[in-house]
C-alpha cells in the first residue's frame, strides 16, 4: 500500500476478506481538480453527483479521451446528455435562420417544450433575423437565460467563419450579462443542417480556448445528446495540446473517495499548488477489484462503493441562512471542517450546509458548527428584514413593522444597506439604483395584470388617446428598480401614516369600495374596487400594506423621461398645471388609461413604456368637481385651504368628471407618496 494510503491499508484488507475478492491500490498519473476547506472557498455551491463514477466498460484497457479540460482558470466539459436538462446560467438553443421560428430541428423544439409558452412568446416578440437573440429563462429550464442563434444553411461554399462569429457572439452576450456559465449543444449537427460534427466541435472548441485564454474564470460545457457526436467531441478536446485533462474512471476501477485530510497528505507531492486557493490539483489513487468473473466483480465494485461510501462519505445537513454569517464566521466553519478532516460546503439553493467525512469526524464537526450558527444568529444585520410571526392586525405586528426598516425581502442588492462602493458610485454618477429584468414568475404576474386592466373598447376615447387604435398591449420586458434613497422616504412615510393610523381617532383608512356612496361622488364609488387592487397576484403583495391603501398603480410615461423617474422619482412640483385635480403624481388603475401618455398624441409609435408604481393613498378624498389642488383638502372641513392646526388634510386625491368621465384618477402631492418599482416595455399590436 503506496500514496499515503496506509491510514487505509486495514480497510482494504478487511474488504478483501468480506467480499471474497482481491483489491488493488495502484498509483495513478491522472490528476483532478479536488475542492478542500479553506476560507477563500466560502460556501461554493454543492456538488450532488457522487465521487464514485463507473462509466461503460466497452473502451477497458484502450487509450480513454477527455471529458474535461481545464485552461487557466477556465473548465471546458463535454457531456452527454440533452442541452435544455443540462444546468447553467446561459444555455444556448439553435434553430435554421431560413425557416425562422416555424423551425422543426429537435433542440429548438425540446427548448420550446420545456420552456412553455413564456419561452416563445419572449422569441417571438424579441426575434428580428438576428444571429443572436437573448430571452430570460422560463419553464423548467435551469438556467437564467437563453441564447437563441440562427444558423444559416448548410450547402456547398459554407463559410465556417461564421459559425465562428456566432460562437464568439455567444461568448461576448454572456459576458455582458455578467454570467461565465455557458452551455452549447451541436450546433447544426443533425438531419436538419447536417453539419459535421468534427468541423462543429473543432470550432467550439477552439473558440472556448481562445477565451479561456483571455484570463477571466469561465465554465463552458457542451451537451451532446447523440452518443457519436459525444465521442467525437471528446476526441478533440483529449488532442487539445498544453492543458490539465480530467477523464472518466474505466470498468472496474474507481476513484478512492478523498477526504480533505487525505488530500493535505497528497497535497504535499504537488510543488506547484497554491496553498490558499480553494482548489488543489491531486493525484488520485484507483482501485482494482479482481473477482472470478466479470459479472461477479461488478457486484462487488457494487459493494465495496457502499462500504467506502459509509466509511468516508457519511454525509449530514445543517439547514442555514446564508446571509447570518459573517465573512469571518464562514472563515471558522471552514477551519473546523479542516481541523476535523470533513469537507464542507453550501448548497445555495436549499440554504443548507453540508458536511461529509467519517461519521465520528461529521459528528464532530456538526457540534462545533451549531456553536458558530447560534453565536451568529444573535449578531444578524439589523437592516436585513426579520420574519414577523404575530397575528395580523395585532398591535405587535403592526409594532414590529415600525421597529424594522427594510427594503422588500426579494430585492437583490441594499439588503444591508450601501457598501461604501456604492456610496462613491452615487458621488459620481448622482444615484446608485439598480435595474434588472425580473424572474419569469414575476413578468407572469404583471403581463396578467396589465391584460386584466387594460379595456380595448376604450382605447382612442377621450382628448388623451387621440390617434389610438390598438387592440392590446403585448409586454416585451419588465424591469424592477432598487432606487434605495427613494425607497427610505417613501418608508419612512409609509411608517409615519402607520403610526398616525394606530394613534389618531380615525384609526386605518377606509378601501375605496367600503365609502359610502353619496350625492356629488356617485361615479367614482359606483366602478367600486381599485381594478389593480382587484387583478393583482399574490406574488406581487409580498411587501405591500393594504391597510393603508398602498396599492399598485400605473403611470404612462415618454421614453425620454424614464432614465430620471428612475434615478430621482415623480416630483408633483415638476408635473403640468393641466392636470384635472392639481400638480400631483397622478396613477392610473387601468393600462389603457395609463398607455396614453406613452408618446406624444400627434407622433404615436408602436412601442411605449409605462411604470407600476406603489401609491400611498391613506384617507382617500373623492370628488367629481375638477379643481387645481396643490394639497388634499381637510379631512375636518372639505376646505382647500385649512389653518386649523387641530384638523387633518386628506392623503390623496381620487375623482373624475361627473359626466362623461371614462376613467378615474389618482392623485397624491407628495413625492414620498410614491414609488416606481416596475418599468413596463410594450408593443401596441
Not at 418 to 423: E, R, V
Not at 491 to 505: A, F, P, T, V, Y
Not at 552 to 564: P, R, S, W
Amino acid at each position: 500500500m503506496s500514496h499515503g494510503l496506509q491510514r487505509e491499508h486495514e480497510f482494504i484488507a478487511r474488504a478483501e476478506g468480506s467480499l471474497a475478492c482481491g483489491i488493488m491500490v495502484e498509483k495513478s498519473s491522472e490528476r483532478v481538480k479536488h475542492f478542500i476547506s479553506s476560507s477563500d472557498h466560502c460556501f461554493d455551491e454543492h456538488k450532488r453527483s457522487s465521487l464514485l463514477q463507473f462509466p461503460p466498460p466497452e473502451d477497458y484497457g484502450q487509450q480513454r479521451d477527455a471529458d474535461q479540460v481545464t485552461i487557466r482558470k477556465t473548465t471546458i466539459h463535454v457531456v452527454n446528455k440533452d442541452i435544455t436538462q443540462h444546468k447553467a446560467k446561459c444555455l444556448v438553443n439553435f434553430f435554421d435562420k431560413k425557416s425562422g421560428l416555424s423551425s422543426k430541428g429537435v433542440v429548438f423544439r425540446r427548448f420550446m417544450e420545456k420552456g412553455g409558452e413564456d419561452m416563445y412568446e419572449y422569441l417571438r416578440n424579441l426575434y428580428e433575423g438576428e444571429s443572436v437573440t437573448v430571452t430570460q429563462s422560463s419553464g423548467n429550464l435551469d438556467c437564467q437565460f437563453v441564447l437563441h442563434v440562427a444558423l444559416p444553411e448548410y450547402q456547398e461554399g459554407f463559410s465556417w467563419k461564421e459559425l465562428q462569429k456566432i460562437v464568439q457572439s455567444c461568448f461576448t452576450t454572456c459576458d455582458l450579462y455578467g454570467d461565465h456559465d455557458i452551455a452549447f449543444p451541436s450546433l447544426g449537427v443533425g438531419q436538419l443542417l447536417r453539419y459535421p460534427a468534427d468541423r462543429v466541435a473543432d470550432v467550439l472548441i477552439k473558440e472556448s480556448i481562445s477565451m479561456a485564454e483571455q484570463g477571466n474564470k469561465w465554465k463552458i460545457s457542451f451537451a451532446v445528446y447523440d452518443n457519436k457526436n459525444f465521442k467525437i467531441f471528446k476526441q478533440l478536446l483529449s488532442q487539445t495540446p498544453g492543458i490539465s485533462r480530467s477523464y472518466s474512471t474505466p470498468d472496474l476501477k474507481m476513484n478512492l473517495p478523498t477526504t480533505p485530510m487525505t488530500v493535505q497528505r497528497l497535497g504535499g507531492q504537488d510543488k506547484g499548488r497554491r496553498p490558499d486557493t480553494a482548489h488543489q490539483t491531486i493525484s488520485v489513487p484507483k482501485i482494482e477489484i479482481y473477482a472470478i468473473s466479470k459479472e461477479e466483480g461488478l457486484s462487488r465494485r457494487s459493494e465495496l462503493s457502499h462500504m467506502i461510501k459509509e466509511k468516508y462519505l457519511h454525509e449530514q445537513i445543517k439547514d442555514i441562512k446564508t446571509g447570518e454569517l459573517s465573512k469571518e464566521d464562514k472563515k471558522r466553519v471552514y477551519a473546523v471542517g479542516q481541523k476535523h478532516g470533513v469537507f464542507v460546503s453550501l448548497d445555495k439553493d436549499k440554504h443548507c450546509i453540508v458536511l461529509k467525512g467519517t461519521p465520528n469526524s461529521v459528528s464532530k464537526t456538526a457540534t462545533e458548527i451549531d456553536s458558530i450558527l447560534s453565536s451568529a444568529s444573535s449578531a444578524v444585520s439589523p437592516r436585513r428584514r426579520k420574519e414577523n410571526c404575530h397575528q395580523r392586525g395585532t398591535s405587535s405586528y403592526w409594532k414590529h413593522l415600525l421597529e424594522e426598516n427594510p427594503v422588500p425581502e426579494y430585492w437583490k442588492f441594499f439588503q444591508n444597506g450601501k457598501s461604501f462602493l456604492d456610496i462613491v458610485t452615487g458621488f459620481i454618477k448622482g444615484s446608485t439604483e439598480k435595474r434588472y429584468e425580473v424572474d419569469p414568475k414575476t413578468f407572469k404576474a404583471i403581463c396578467k395584470l396589465v391584460e386584466d386592466t387594460f379595456k380595448p373598447e376604450l382605447v382612442g376615447a377621450g382628448a388623451d388617446a387621440r390617434n389610438l387604435n390598438h387592440k392590446r398591449l403585448r409586454v416585451k420586458k419588465v424591469e424592477i428598480i432598487e432606487n434605495l434613497d427613494l425607497f427610505k422616504i417613501y418608508n419612512i412615510k409609509r411608517c409615519e401614516m402607520l403610526k398616525n393610523s394606530l394613534n389618531d381617532k380615525r384609526s386605518f383608512p377606509r378601501k375605496l369600495d367600503k365609502i359610502q356612496r353619496c350625492e356629488g361622488i356617485q361615479n367614482v364609488t359606483s366602478k367600486g374596487e381599485i381594478m389593480t387592487e382587484k387583478a393583482i397576484g399574490k406574488r406581487l403583495m409580498k411587501d405591500i400594506i393594504p391597510e393603508l391603501n398602498e396599492v399598485y398603480l400605473f403611470h404612462g410615461t415618454k421614453k425620454d423621461f424614464v432614465a430620471n423617474i428612475t434615478s430621482k422619482g415623480v416630483d408633483p412640483k415638476l408635473g403640468s398645471d393641466e392636470g384635472m385635480f392639481g400638480r400631483g403624481v397622478y396613477g392610473c388603475e387601468s393600462s389603457t388609461k395609463a398607455d396614453q401618455y406613452a408618446d406624444d398624441k400627434d407622433k404615436r409609435g408602436t412601442e411605449g413604456r409605462m411604470f407600476l408604481m406603489r401609491f400611498l393613498l391613506g384617507h382617500m378624498y373623492l370628488t367629481e368637481k375638477p379643481n387645481k389642488y396643490k394639497l388634499p383638502p381637510c379631512y375636518n372641513c372639505r376646505r382647500d385651504f385649512c389653518t386649523n392646526r387641530s384638523h387633518q388634510p386628506y392623503d390623496s386625491v381620487v375623482g373624475m368628471k361627473q359626466s362623461g368621465g371614462l376613467f378615474r384618477e389618482f392623485v397624491v402631492y407628495e413625492k414620498n407618496q410614491c414609488y416606481p418599482e416596475y418599468l413596463i416595455t410594450y408593443t401596441r399590436e
